[in-house]
Protein backbone atom coordinates (compact mmCIF):
# COMPACT_ATOMS: atom_id res chain seq x y z
CA UNK A 1 0.00 0.00 0.00
CA UNK A 2 1.14 3.52 -1.46
CA UNK A 3 -0.65 6.42 0.31
CA UNK A 4 0.44 10.18 -0.57
CA UNK A 5 -0.47 13.08 2.18
CA UNK A 6 -1.55 15.40 -0.52
CA UNK A 7 -1.51 18.41 1.58
CA UNK A 8 0.41 18.56 4.68
CA UNK A 9 2.51 21.51 6.63
CA UNK A 10 5.97 19.53 7.20
CA UNK A 11 7.65 23.48 7.91
CA UNK A 12 4.98 23.59 11.23
CA UNK A 13 6.37 23.39 14.47
CA UNK A 14 6.88 21.12 15.99
CA UNK A 15 6.65 18.59 12.80
CA UNK A 16 9.38 20.90 11.62
CA UNK A 17 11.86 19.82 13.92
CA UNK A 18 12.05 16.47 13.51
CA UNK A 19 11.24 15.79 9.51
CA UNK A 20 13.45 12.79 9.74
CA UNK A 21 11.74 10.64 12.30
CA UNK A 22 8.27 11.96 11.22
CA UNK A 23 9.10 10.75 7.40
CA UNK A 24 10.55 7.68 8.69
CA UNK A 25 6.73 6.85 10.90
CA UNK A 26 4.75 7.92 7.62
CA UNK A 27 6.72 5.86 5.47
CA UNK A 28 6.28 2.90 8.12
CA UNK A 29 2.68 3.67 7.90
CA UNK A 30 2.16 2.98 3.91
CA UNK A 31 2.54 6.93 3.27
CA UNK A 32 5.30 7.26 1.12
CA UNK A 33 4.44 10.34 -0.66
CA UNK A 34 4.02 14.18 0.66
CA UNK A 35 3.01 17.36 -0.71
CA UNK A 36 4.12 20.17 2.04
CA UNK A 37 1.69 23.20 1.52
CA UNK A 38 3.20 27.09 1.51
CA UNK A 39 1.31 28.97 3.38
CA UNK A 40 2.80 32.53 3.43
CA UNK A 41 6.13 33.87 1.27
CA UNK A 42 8.47 32.66 4.29
CA UNK A 43 7.11 29.56 4.44
CA UNK A 44 6.65 28.67 0.81
CA UNK A 45 10.67 28.97 0.52
CA UNK A 46 10.76 26.66 3.76
CA UNK A 47 8.22 24.35 2.04
CA UNK A 48 10.35 23.94 -0.98
CA UNK A 49 13.76 23.71 0.76
CA UNK A 50 12.44 20.62 2.16
CA UNK A 51 11.01 19.00 -0.68
CA UNK A 52 14.39 19.36 -2.33
CA UNK A 53 15.97 17.49 0.41
CA UNK A 54 13.67 14.52 0.30
CA UNK A 55 12.49 11.54 -2.10
CA UNK A 56 8.62 11.95 -3.06
CA UNK A 57 8.31 15.43 -1.47
CA UNK A 58 6.73 17.56 -3.50
CA UNK A 59 6.02 21.71 -2.42
CA UNK A 60 3.17 24.16 -3.00
CA UNK A 61 3.58 28.10 -2.66
CA UNK A 62 0.71 30.46 -1.80
CA UNK A 63 -0.20 33.09 0.28
CA UNK A 64 -2.91 31.52 2.98
CA UNK A 65 -5.85 34.02 2.80
CA UNK A 66 -5.02 34.47 6.62
CA UNK A 67 -1.90 36.13 5.28
CA UNK A 68 -3.31 37.86 2.73
CA UNK A 69 -3.20 41.26 3.83
CA UNK A 70 1.15 40.58 2.91
CA UNK A 71 -0.18 39.84 -0.69
CA UNK A 72 1.58 42.65 -1.81
CA UNK A 73 3.09 42.87 -5.75
CA UNK A 74 5.93 42.12 -4.68
CA UNK A 75 5.12 39.56 -2.82
CA UNK A 76 3.00 38.03 -5.50
CA UNK A 77 6.08 38.25 -7.83
CA UNK A 78 8.59 36.63 -5.63
CA UNK A 79 5.47 33.88 -5.35
CA UNK A 80 5.87 33.56 -8.81
CA UNK A 81 9.55 32.61 -8.88
CA UNK A 82 9.55 30.10 -6.44
CA UNK A 83 6.19 28.35 -8.52
CA UNK A 84 8.95 27.92 -10.72
CA UNK A 85 11.57 25.53 -8.65
CA UNK A 86 11.68 22.02 -9.46
CA UNK A 87 9.58 20.14 -7.16
CA UNK A 88 6.92 23.04 -6.50
CA UNK A 89 3.65 21.00 -8.16
CA UNK A 90 0.80 23.58 -7.30
CA UNK A 91 0.15 26.99 -6.08
CA UNK A 92 -1.97 27.62 -2.62
CA UNK A 93 -2.86 27.27 -0.43
CA UNK A 94 -4.99 30.44 -1.80
CA UNK A 95 -8.93 30.93 -1.09
CA UNK A 96 -11.20 32.65 1.28
CA UNK A 97 -11.55 32.38 4.67
CA UNK A 98 -14.51 33.97 6.47
CA UNK A 99 -14.68 32.21 9.60
CA UNK A 100 -11.30 34.19 10.83
CA UNK A 101 -11.41 36.95 8.75
CA UNK A 102 -7.75 37.38 9.91
CA UNK A 103 -7.13 39.77 6.56
CA UNK A 104 -9.89 41.77 4.87
CA UNK A 105 -12.12 40.22 2.68
CA UNK A 106 -11.03 42.29 0.08
CA UNK A 107 -7.75 41.49 0.55
CA UNK A 108 -8.35 38.14 0.58
CA UNK A 109 -10.18 37.84 -2.97
CA UNK A 110 -7.75 40.08 -4.60
CA UNK A 111 -4.69 37.70 -3.59
CA UNK A 112 -7.01 34.37 -4.39
CA UNK A 113 -7.55 35.68 -8.01
CA UNK A 114 -3.59 36.61 -8.39
CA UNK A 115 -2.70 33.04 -7.80
CA UNK A 116 -5.09 31.88 -10.07
CA UNK A 117 -4.04 34.11 -12.56
CA UNK A 118 -0.12 33.00 -11.63
CA UNK A 119 -1.18 29.47 -11.82
CA UNK A 120 -2.35 29.97 -15.15
CA UNK A 121 0.56 31.57 -16.35
CA UNK A 122 2.78 29.02 -15.58
CA UNK A 123 0.37 25.93 -16.10
CA UNK A 124 -0.10 24.62 -12.51
CA UNK A 125 -3.30 22.93 -10.50
CA UNK A 126 -4.41 24.85 -7.70
CA UNK A 127 -4.87 23.95 -3.94
CA UNK A 128 -7.69 26.08 -2.16
CA UNK A 129 -8.72 26.84 1.23
CA UNK A 130 -12.13 27.59 1.86
CA UNK A 131 -13.91 27.75 4.91
CA UNK A 132 -17.39 29.58 5.26
CA UNK A 133 -17.28 31.40 2.14
CA UNK A 134 -18.51 28.72 -0.89
CA UNK A 135 -20.26 31.03 -3.05
CA UNK A 136 -17.59 33.69 -2.74
CA UNK A 137 -14.83 31.57 -3.96
CA UNK A 138 -16.99 29.77 -6.72
CA UNK A 139 -17.15 33.50 -7.95
CA UNK A 140 -13.77 33.95 -8.20
CA UNK A 141 -12.60 30.84 -9.72
CA UNK A 142 -15.51 31.48 -12.28
CA UNK A 143 -13.97 35.03 -13.60
CA UNK A 144 -10.10 33.72 -12.79
CA UNK A 145 -9.71 30.62 -13.03
CA UNK A 146 -10.55 29.47 -16.53
CA UNK A 147 -8.42 27.04 -18.05
CA UNK A 148 -6.20 26.08 -15.10
CA UNK A 149 -5.09 22.75 -15.25
CA UNK A 150 -6.23 21.56 -12.00
CA UNK A 151 -8.03 22.75 -8.97
CA UNK A 152 -8.62 20.97 -5.38
CA UNK A 153 -10.86 22.06 -2.58
CA UNK A 154 -8.55 21.14 0.55
CA UNK A 155 -10.19 19.92 4.19
CA UNK A 156 -13.56 19.60 2.30
CA UNK A 157 -16.28 20.01 4.66
CA UNK A 158 -18.90 21.53 2.49
CA UNK A 159 -22.47 19.60 1.32
CA UNK A 160 -23.44 17.38 -1.00
CA UNK A 161 -24.50 19.94 -3.10
CA UNK A 162 -21.51 21.45 -2.75
CA UNK A 163 -19.96 18.88 -3.68
CA UNK A 164 -21.62 18.69 -6.72
CA UNK A 165 -21.27 22.29 -7.83
CA UNK A 166 -17.44 21.15 -7.82
CA UNK A 167 -17.08 18.30 -9.21
CA UNK A 168 -19.14 20.38 -11.93
CA UNK A 169 -16.81 22.33 -12.92
CA UNK A 170 -14.37 19.49 -13.05
CA UNK A 171 -12.34 20.10 -9.40
CA UNK A 172 -11.01 17.90 -7.41
CA UNK A 173 -11.75 17.21 -3.42
CA UNK A 174 -9.78 16.29 -0.25
CA UNK A 175 -10.66 14.96 2.88
CA UNK A 176 -8.68 15.23 6.22
CA UNK A 177 -9.35 13.66 9.32
CA UNK A 178 -12.29 15.86 9.66
CA UNK A 179 -14.40 12.87 7.64
CA UNK A 180 -14.05 10.86 10.91
CA UNK A 181 -15.41 13.02 13.34
CA UNK A 182 -18.92 12.59 14.57
CA UNK A 183 -20.27 15.85 13.97
CA UNK A 184 -19.50 15.44 10.66
CA UNK A 185 -22.08 13.43 8.66
CA UNK A 186 -22.83 16.34 6.21
CA UNK A 187 -19.10 15.90 5.38
CA UNK A 188 -19.68 11.96 4.79
CA UNK A 189 -22.18 12.47 2.77
CA UNK A 190 -20.58 14.66 0.08
CA UNK A 191 -17.59 11.78 0.55
CA UNK A 192 -20.14 9.62 -0.50
CA UNK A 193 -21.24 10.91 -3.84
CA UNK A 194 -17.82 11.95 -4.80
CA UNK A 195 -16.50 9.15 -7.64
CA UNK A 196 -13.19 7.81 -6.09
CA UNK A 197 -11.04 9.11 -9.10
CA UNK A 198 -12.06 12.72 -7.76
CA UNK A 199 -10.91 12.22 -4.48
CA UNK A 200 -7.58 13.05 -2.43
CA UNK A 201 -6.82 12.24 1.01
CA UNK A 202 -4.80 14.62 3.36
CA UNK A 203 -3.95 14.96 6.55
CA UNK A 204 -3.12 19.35 7.09
CA UNK A 205 -0.79 18.33 9.82
CA UNK A 206 -0.01 19.39 12.64
CA UNK A 207 -3.74 20.12 12.53
CA UNK A 208 -6.81 17.64 12.58
CA UNK A 209 -5.42 13.98 14.11
CA UNK A 210 -8.15 11.44 12.53
CA UNK A 211 -10.35 9.38 14.76
CA UNK A 212 -9.61 7.34 16.65
CA UNK A 213 -6.82 9.08 17.46
CA UNK A 214 -7.49 12.73 17.40
CA UNK A 215 -6.71 13.00 20.99
CA UNK A 216 -2.90 12.66 19.78
CA UNK A 217 -1.08 16.07 18.78
CA UNK A 218 0.47 17.17 16.77
CA UNK A 219 -1.12 15.00 13.67
CA UNK A 220 1.37 13.71 11.15
CA UNK A 221 1.38 12.08 8.24
CA UNK A 222 1.81 8.53 9.79
CA UNK A 223 -1.59 9.24 10.74
CA UNK A 224 -3.44 9.28 7.54
CA UNK A 225 -4.26 5.61 6.99
CA UNK A 226 -7.19 6.46 9.63
CA UNK A 227 -8.44 8.79 7.49
CA UNK A 228 -8.00 6.40 4.07
CA UNK A 229 -9.39 3.20 5.82
CA UNK A 230 -12.19 5.57 6.98
CA UNK A 231 -12.78 6.69 3.49
CA UNK A 232 -12.29 3.12 2.35
CA UNK A 233 -14.87 1.95 4.67
CA UNK A 234 -16.62 4.86 3.24
CA UNK A 235 -16.94 3.73 -0.66
CA UNK A 236 -17.52 0.33 0.16
CA UNK A 237 -13.81 -0.55 -0.95
CA UNK A 238 -10.85 -2.33 0.33
CA UNK A 239 -7.85 -0.07 1.84
CA UNK A 240 -5.51 -1.13 -1.09
CA UNK A 241 -7.89 -0.36 -3.75
CA UNK A 242 -8.73 2.86 -1.88
CA UNK A 243 -4.37 3.52 -1.71
CA UNK A 244 -3.96 2.87 -5.26
CA UNK A 245 -7.09 4.92 -6.41
CA UNK A 246 -6.31 7.84 -4.80
CA UNK A 247 -2.59 7.90 -5.41
CA UNK A 248 -3.06 7.35 -8.86
CA UNK A 249 -5.24 10.31 -8.66
CA UNK A 250 -2.78 12.87 -6.50
CA UNK A 251 -0.10 11.51 -9.10
CA UNK A 252 -2.06 12.69 -12.18
CA UNK A 253 -3.49 15.57 -10.61
CA UNK A 254 -0.22 17.10 -9.46
CA UNK A 255 1.99 15.44 -12.11
CA UNK A 256 3.83 13.73 -9.51
CA UNK A 257 6.59 10.43 -10.28
CA UNK A 258 4.81 7.29 -9.05
CA UNK A 259 6.15 7.18 -5.08
CA UNK A 260 7.90 3.97 -3.96
CA UNK A 261 7.97 2.50 -7.83
CA UNK A 262 10.23 -0.08 -7.52
CA UNK A 263 10.42 -1.15 -3.69
CA UNK A 264 7.88 -3.48 -2.74
ZN1 LIG B 1 -6.31 25.16 4.53
ZN1 LIG C 1 -3.26 23.60 5.11
Not at 32 to 57: C, F, P
Not at 105 to 127: M, N, S, W
Not at 130 to 154: P, S, Y
Request: hydrophobic share 40%.
Amino acid sequence: MKLIDTHCHLTFDPLAEDVPAVIERSRAAGVAGWITVGTHLEDSRKAVELAAQYENMYATVGIHPHDAKDGNTDALNELRRLAQGEKVVAIGETGLDFHYNLSKVPDQKRVFAAHLEIAGELGLPVVVHCREAFDETMEILDQHGRGLKGVVFHCFSGSVEQAQEVLDRGYHVSFTGVVTFENAEATREAARAIPLEKLMVETDCPYMSPEPVRKQKPNEPALMVHTARFLAQLKGVSLDDLAQATTETAVRFFHLEQPGRGDA
